[in-house]
């Protein structure tokens, strides 16, 4: 059984079943509990699809709080193009060569961050104008002087 304890998700199931009792309770009792204790047979026909309904809303709910989100049976095929409308085959493929480009592009910035970061790994830090950078400069050949 596949459940993530959070307290998002926690009090998203007591707000859901509550709401759905509390549901239950009103159209019960104000809608068919006359009907009921009289004992008509069209109450007892409402009562059991409505109890039937409420049933099905708690397990549905039940099922995909504890089943594991993106799974697929085993028997289901590969995604097959050739099955598809020409205008989603086209699509399909630009969004897929946009993807890989975007994670190559991803890779490359930041390959381009820790180079730059590394330049700058002797606790100095990247200046911003170029006065700043003036000023470390001078101060690199003051250091290089006392040396």
């Known amino acids: 059984m596949w459940f993530v304890v959070e307290c998002c998700g926690l009090a998203c199931v007591v707000i859901t079943y ?14 068919i509990w006359d009907d009921l204790l009289a ?15 409420c049933f099905m809303i708690f397990a549905s709910h039940f099922k ?7 799974i697929l049976p085993k028997n289901v095929e590969k995604l097959k ?9 086209k699509l399909y493929k630009e969004v897929s060569t946009f993807a890989v480009k975007v994670k190559e592009e991803d890779e ?10 590394s330049e700058f790994s002797d606790g100095e830090e990247e200046p911003d ?3 700043e950078q003036e000023k470390q400069k001078l101060r690199a050949k003051k250091k290089a002087m006392k040396a």
């Open 64 to 70: 995909c709080m504890t089943s594991e989100p993106g």
């Open 39 to 53: 004992g008509e047979k069209g109450a007892y026909i409402h009562f059991a699809i409505f109890m039937y309904h």
């Open 108 to 117: 490359k910035m930041k390959q381009e961050i820790f180079d730059s970061s």
């Open 129 to 131: 104008s170029e006065e």
């Open 81 to 89: 193009l050739s099955l598809m409308h020409e205008q989603v085959q």
């Open 18 to 31: 509550l709401t759905v009792i509390i549901v239950q309770i009103g159209v019960v009792r104000v809608g």
